[in-house]
């Protein structure tokens, strides 16, 4: 499966994506050890503990559907992964 | 007539006088609601000769066909005049409930002018308004004022009241919504212009909502659209504004330091997670609002305490926090406090702190200009102390009232060198380094420097629309094209805020634009399409700026402090971001059918349908 980063997060991951190869379809909680380990910078992220603070920080979406950290993931799928807007 | 009343008030203090004046179909048609008949009120009623703080000022505030509905996240209302901060239009936007208390007695705005003989406020109720005594609270906070108006009202009214900080005159005092939840209408200082009408409050309770073309397709439609509101912005509902803020230093969106810093430990001591972690007793929402942003914070200990209140949102911790280097939540807190207790805009409040904070470190200040208080960076207790000061103008707080843009001109020694503002507005907290489509827009929103202008910072991070041509984030730093993108994201949000929807609707593409036109269609019976709609938001955006023109506002005005031009952050991955506004400005002109001057063209205005409004535009255009 691709993780395709938007905006900022390109630069702070360095490049456009991030691919993890699956070689059965897993739960999206199970892979954010592969992207914080496998990615410096976002290591921050994947030290958050709860799914709110996650995805105060970070969120995915497949087909513009947002996901839940309980969602499976296929290897052919594609999770689009932003900084979320927030201030005022 | 659907999803209006099609009526205003029209009062006048000086002569204490309340008259209903009609809004024509075609005029809301045409500017909808909100800012859109706003403007058109302050443009046809004030001009060069106005002073913002004399009685022919024209304070005006509308709500939208949205306002009163189901449509979710739309308890809002648009208040304008001509500010005493910025000396140009001034506006503010705000939630909370009053604008739905103040529509359903029975008007779609009200505009105030003249100045009344002694202290009074405004009551609206289902049988129109009056002018009523307010005496007795001169003087008092906006929280024992709510309560007392109230008293002498209905409980259930909605009260926006000014504070000590609007009586004073400083120029950029608020005013504060108070209902069920408090909400402020901090920006350009248009609390000021109700202080120096002598008046204190209006207060709104009624029982007519407006009628709706199609209710029961809107109900259909809507109850469609809430889940997948709820769904994405759970994040922003639990962590507030200010779930961000670690996110934002991370990416150098984050003021620090006066925004000369690069990077900030205390950052996290101060963000959204931090907060609900500490001292979050609950969230608030403003009525018909599932998202729930709102904070509100408990502090029974410490220095601060008791403390039991609305808490500080992100452009505060921005503001009060990062610019100032105070990573003391629960002094933000009691600060932000102050602010709603007083009437003061807390971003204009901690960025003045913050201007002077660097010109104490100069020498430019010394202690015996701030009666005593060591006005070091971080110094929480000074935040504290200077926000009380700046509200009753007492010591350096007379100086500092004036907002920084005046202070640093009547300080010298090249104190505007380190100041940070636009058209004498000081900045939101996103750094226009980070975001150049906020560079733009700050240089060219016609209250000075306004992210939600354009709120292009977060269709750079994440968003997109492709009805109204946005089908991707807009790639950072990317100049070719941001003239354009930035001008349908000024104009898309003039719409937004005619109507009127909150911005937040729009996090995680919760609300798009094809909703908006959907739900505008099913409130007034229009049959309105995505262009007509887009050109609402351009019309309005020409109008602002032709206005600001009538005032002197050009080319020369389009600019960006040399903080934000000339100052590389030091930290690697945060420099040569800065901006090139000229390259951008000669786009963003033309792409807009402006002269080089940024003036609207004659040919612009005449296809927005802004004819009759030729003869205000300057010579030569």
Sequence with gaps: MIFRFIGPLKHLAGSEQLEVPLRAPAQLQGLLGSLATRLDRLIPYGAKTTEAQLMANLSFFKDNRMLRLIDRIEDSDTIVVILPPTGG | ?621
Excluded at chain 2, 87 to 96: D, K, R, W
Excluded at chain 2, 162 to 176: F, H, K, L, N, Q
Excluded at chain 2, 225 to 243: D, L, Q, Y
């Design chain 2, 1 to 621: 007539m659907f999803g209006y009343h099609g009526k205003m008030l029209w009062i006048d203090l000086t002569q204490r006088s309340v008259a209903v004046r009609p809004l024509s179909d075609a005029d809301l048609r045409k500017y909808i609601g909100g800012v859109g008949l706003a403007a058109r009120v302050l443009h046809d009623n004030t001009g060069p000769d106005t002073d913002p703080l004399g009685p022919d000022n024209v304070l005006t505030a509308f709500t939208g066909p949205f306002t009163g509905t189901r449509v979710p996240s739309a308890s809002r209302h648009h208040i304008m005049a001509l500010s005493p901060l910025t000396g140009i239009l001034g506006e503010s936007n705000v939630g909370g409930s009053w604008a739905v208390h103040f529509k359903n007695t029975g008007f779609d705005g009200i505009a105030i002018t003249g100045r009344a003989d002694r202290p009074v406020y405004i009551w609206i109720g289902d049988e129109g308004a009056e002018i009523r005594d307010a005496q007795p609270i001169w003087g008092k906070d906006t929280y024992d004022s709510a309560a007392w108006l109230k008293s002498r009202t209905i409980d259930k009214a909605s009260v926006a009241v000014i504070g000590p900080a609007g009586e004073r005159g400083v120029r950029y005092a608020s005013i504060s919504h108070i209902g069920t939840i408090v909400r402020s209408a901090g920006r350009t200082g248009m609390g000021a212009v109700m202080g120096s009408k002598n008046l204190k409050a209006m207060v709104a309770y009624g029982t007519q909502p407006a009628p709706l073309a199609d209710p029961d397709a809107l109900k259909a439609d809507v109850k469609q659209v809430i889940p997948h509101i709820r769904k994405v912005t759970e994040a922003f509902g639990k962590f507030g504004t200010s779930g961000g803020v670690d996110n934002y230093e991370r990416i150098g969106n984050f003021p620090i330091q006066n925004w000369r810093g690069s990077r900030w430990e205390g950052a996290g001591k101060i963000s959204g997670a931090t907060m609900h972690d500490t001292v979050l007793s609950g969230r608030t929402a403003c009525l018909t609002c599932p998202i729930a942003c709102g904070r509100h914070v408990k502090i029974t200990e410490g220095p601060y305490a008791p403390l039991d209140c609305e808490g500080p949102e992100y452009e505060t911790m921005g503001t009060m926090g990062g610019e100032c280097l105070v990573d003391d939540l629960e002094a933000i807190c009691k600060a932000n406090d102050l602010c709603n207790r007083y009437g003061l805009d807390t971003m204009s409040t901690g960025s003045t702190i913050a201007f002077a904070m660097e010109a104490f470190e100069k020498g430019i200040l010394t202690t015996e200009d701030t009666d005593g208080i060591e006005l070091t960076w971080g110094n929480a207790e000074a935040l504290v102390t200077l926000t009380r000061k700046i509200a009753f103008r007492e010591g350096i707080g007379e100086l500092m009232g004036e907002g920084s843009q005046r202070m640093a001109e009547k300080l010298g020694n090249n104190a505007v060198e380190f100041v940070v503002a636009v058209k004498g507005l000081e900045p939101s907290a996103h750094d226009p380094r980070r975001f150049w489509s906020q560079a733009l827009s700050y240089a060219t929103a016609a209250r000075g420097a306004c992210h939600n202008a354009s709120w292009g910072h977060a269709y750079e991070l994440a968003l997109s629309m492709e009805e109204i041509g946005i089908p991707e984030p807009y790639e950072s730093y990317k100049a070719d094209g941001m003239a354009e993108f930035v001008a349908k994201m000024q104009n898309y949000q003039c719409v937004n805020d005619a109507l009127i929807s909150c911005r937040f609707a729009q996090v995680g593409k919760a609300v798009t634009a094809t909703n908006l036109v959907n739900w505008l269609n099913q409130i007034t019976g229009w049959g309105m399409d995505i262009d007509e709609f887009m050109a609402v938001g351009e019309r309005i955006f020409n109008l602002k700026r032709l206005y600001n023109t009538r005032l002197g506002i050009s080319r020369k005005d389009d600019v960006l402090p040399p903080r934000f031009m000339t100052l590389n952050r030091k930290d690697p991955d945060l420099t040569n971001q800065l901006p090139p506004l000229g390259r951008l400005l000669g786009d963003y002109y033309e792409y807009r059918n402006w002269s080089e001057d940024g003036v609207p063209s004659n040919r612009k205005l005449s296809e927005l349908g802004l004819d009759r409004l030729y003869d205000s535009t300057p010579a030569g255009v």
